[in-house]
Nanobody, 111 residues
Framework: VQLQASGGGLVQAGGSLRLSCVAT????????FAWYRQAPGKEREWIAT????????RYPDSVEGRFTASRDVGKNTAYLQMNDLKTEDTAVYYC?????WGQGTLVTVSS
């Protein structure tokens, strides 16, 4: 499985962005998509999990209620909708499926 993340950019606090993660290769083995982020000088942080067979999502408290993970099976694409963004959300965002990681997409939230 190969993953390609995109959708990052510069947004003002309170704004929204939607990240995409396109999967190629043996995509029928993917049942779980996860999203992580890494802010400058910090460790990589888990921020979302989507279990597609169960349509179940999980989030840490830091993004619960603001971020929503979803998947378009027909397009082999996972999404992370991010609303009410805060300056502390500034980070490089990564998607993960099976043992593969996307290359990361930078999200910068300005005050």
């Amino acid at each position: 499985v190969q993953l390609q993340a995109s959708g990052g950019g510069l947004v003002q606090a309170g704004g929204s962005l939607r990240l995409s993660c396109v999967a190629t290769g043996t995509t029928d083995v993917i049942n779980v998509f996860a999203w992580y982020r890494q802010a400058p000088g910090k460790e990589r942080e888990w921020i979302a999990t989507l279990i597609t067979s169960l349509n179940v999502t999980r989030y840490p408290d830091s993004v619960e209620g603001r971020f929503t993970a979803s998947r378009d099976v027909g397009k082999n694409t996972a999404y992370l909708q991010m609303n009410d963004l805060k300056t502390e959300d500034t980070a490089v965002y990564y998607c993960k499926a099976v043992d593969s990681w996307g290359q990361g997409t930078l999200v910068t939230v300005s005050s």
